[in-house]
Structures are given as C-alpha cells and as structure tokens.
C-alpha cells in the first residue's frame, strides 16, 4: 500500500511543498507508526487520531533558513528556469 493510499487527502496541502510533506512523515514515522499495524481500519484509525492531535496543538515546522538563503545555497542543484526564459 502506497503512502497515498493511506494519507488523508485533506492532510495534503494545496500550497504545502513537498519538503513539508516529508517533514511530516518523518513525524508521523517517529510518533505513530514506530510499530506494525497489521489492519487498515487500525492504521486509518491511528492516522486520524495522529493528525488531529497535530491539528489541536498548532504543531509547525520551525524552518532555520529563509527562501532567499535555500535558494542561494541550492543554486547549483536547483536553477533559476526564470532567468534562462
């Protein structure tokens, strides 16, 4: 089963990056599913239950790094595709 399959589709934010998402998986990893969940109905249960608790306590990611300076620092790996049109 694909992480798709399992993850609520209201989780996926539509102006989220794809570096949050993963942020939150490791979360969720760490907090949740550090254990086998045999059933789906189970695992459905436990990712509901995970993702309102995160949603009460006002969970966010702390970035240590504006876009400007990822940008500057990621330049190689990412270009700017603006600057060659």
Do not use: H
Request: charged letters at 30%; hydrophobic letters at 40%.
């Amino acid at each position: 089963m694909g992480q798709a399959a399992i993850w609520p589709r209201a989780a996926l934010a539509t102006q989220g990056s794809r570096c949050s998402l993963e942020i939150e998986i490791g979360v969720l990893r760490g907090q949740c599913l550090d254990r086998r969940i045999g059933e789906r109905e189970r695992l459905v249960s436990e990712l509901g239950a995970w993702q309102r608790q995160r949603n009460v306590s006002g969970a966010r990611i702390k970035w240590m790094f504006t876009t400007k300076r990822a940008r500057n620092k990621m330049a190689r790996a990412y270009p700017d595709t603006a600057k060659e049109a």
